[in-house]
């Protein structure tokens, strides 16, 4: 069915570019005249979204999907490489909204032994902060049974940048999608954008997977600068341990943070990554605050 807004939708003031974002549930009025046709009149409260800052206009937000029982980030450690400072802005924001993340490597097929060793100091990272990675190839079809065994009866979003092999993994996941898969350009070692809007899709098995466009850049909306350290699990165990409570965990005296990353009980990447999030320009934005 097709169906259009009925009037204009703001959800609790969100200056978002699209008021109705897939994974919604609304309220439809029918056209006895058009049964194909219908007016969404209602859009129900959300139980949590992913959101990101719009490319095109910089004061406004873009909701990804919504009502979502988990999100799998899906990761390369090349053809394309995904770094860890984007894979943690996307952590962060599911940290904000209450949405559990997993890390999924994908094209483990290609890894040579450097790329091995890689992955295992960057998968024992996040495991080691509480986050659950997979291993998977989509070529192959190797690790794909326990990640569809975690799909099962969930809403699950699928991200990332692109060239990581979303859609392929769909494809290998639930074959008779088909759905349009992409190239790397080997100048660049990035992907062509094939999935150019969010869509959900039943899975077989039970559940929904929804497929997103390729993300470049995560940006923050809708952050206060003193709250984003509680979003890195590894520093919120640690910040009531800090001389002051305002603790910006950068220069401050006796801050329990610091003293983790100089003994290694923080990794210098996440913190590094921490504080490229904080001297973001959008907290200098003062008018989206």
Same mark, same amino acid.
């Given at each position: 069915?097709?169906?259009?807004?009925?009037?204009?939708?703001?959800?609790?003031?969100?200056?978002?570019?699209?008021?109705?974002?897939? /994974?919604?549930?609304?309220?439809? #009025?029918?056209?006895?005249?058009? %049964?194909?046709?219908?007016?969404? !009149?209602? *859009?129900?409260?959300?139980?949590?979204?992913?959101?990101?800052?719009?490319?095109?206009?910089?004061?406004?937000?873009?909701?990804?999907?919504?009502?979502?029982?988990?999100?799998?980030?899906?990761?390369?450690?090349?053809?394309?490489?995904?770094?860890?400072?984007?894979?943690?802005?996307?952590?962060?924001?599911?940290?904000?909204?209450?949405?559990?993340?997993?890390?999924?490597?994908?094209?483990?097929?290609?890894?040579?032994?450097?790329?091995?060793?890689?992955?295992?100091?960057?998968?024992?990272?996040?495991?080691?902060?509480?986050?659950?990675?997979?291993?998977?190839?989509?070529?192959?079809?190797?690790?794909?049974?326990?990640?569809?065994?975690?799909?099962?009866?969930?809403?699950?979003?699928?991200?990332?940048?692109? /060239?990581?092999?979303?859609?392929? #993994?769909?494809?290998?996941?639930? %074959?008779?999608?088909?759905?349009? !898969?992409? *190239?790397?350009?080997?100048?660049?070692?990035?992907?062509?954008?094939?999935?150019?809007?969010?869509?959900?899709?039943?899975?077989?098995?039970?559940?929904?997977?929804?497929?997103?466009?390729?993300?470049?850049?995560?940006?923050?909306?809708?952050?206060?600068?003193?709250?984003?350290?509680?979003?890195?699990?590894?520093?919120?165990?640690?910040?009531?341990?800090?001389?002051?409570?305002?603790?910006?965990?950068?220069?401050?005296?006796?801050?329990?943070?610091?003293?983790?990353?100089?003994?290694?009980?923080?990794?210098?990447?996440?913190?590094?990554?921490?504080?490229?999030?904080?001297?973001?320009?959008?907290?200098?934005?003062?008018?989206?605050?």
């Amino acid at each position: 069915m097709n169906c259009r807004l009925k009037g204009k939708f703001r959800i609790k003031g969100l200056r978002a570019t699209n008021p109705v974002a897939v /994974g919604d549930h609304v309220t439809i #009025l029918t056209d006895p005249k058009e %049964p194909d046709e219908g007016s969404i !009149t209602e *859009i129900e409260q959300r139980h949590n979204y992913i959101i990101r800052k719009s490319i095109n206009l910089s004061k406004e937000s873009h909701i990804i999907a919504s009502n979502l029982d988990q999100a799998f980030l899906i990761v390369t450690l090349a053809q394309p490489r995904t770094s860890t400072g984007f894979i943690d802005r996307f952590l962060v924001t599911a940290e904000a909204y209450h949405i559990p993340v997993s890390l999924v490597f994908n094209k483990t097929d290609i890894y040579d032994k450097e790329l091995q060793s890689f992955h295992e100091r960057i998968s024992s990272l996040y495991r080691g902060i509480g986050y659950h990675c997979y291993e998977v190839s989509a070529l192959t079809g190797f690790g794909l049974e326990k990640l569809k065994e975690d799909m099962t009866d969930k809403v699950t979003l699928f991200s990332g940048h692109s /060239g990581v092999g979303k859609s392929a #993994l769909i494809n290998k996941i639930q %074959p008779e999608l088909e759905l349009r !898969t992409g *190239i790397i350009s080997e100048a660049h070692q990035k992907g062509k954008h094939t999935t150019t809007f969010a869509e959900m899709f039943p899975l077989n098995f039970g559940g929904y997977i929804i497929d997103t466009p390729g993300i470049k850049e995560f940006g923050l909306v809708d952050f206060e600068k003193t709250e984003v350290a509680e979003r890195f699990p590894e520093m919120r165990e640690l910040m009531h341990l800090c001389q002051f409570n305002n603790c910006t965990h950068v220069h401050e005296p006796r801050c329990a943070v610091i003293q983790a990353v100089k003994e290694g009980r923080i990794s210098q990447s996440r913190y590094h990554n921490y504080i490229s999030i904080i001297n973001d320009d959008y907290f200098d934005e003062t008018d989206w605050k």
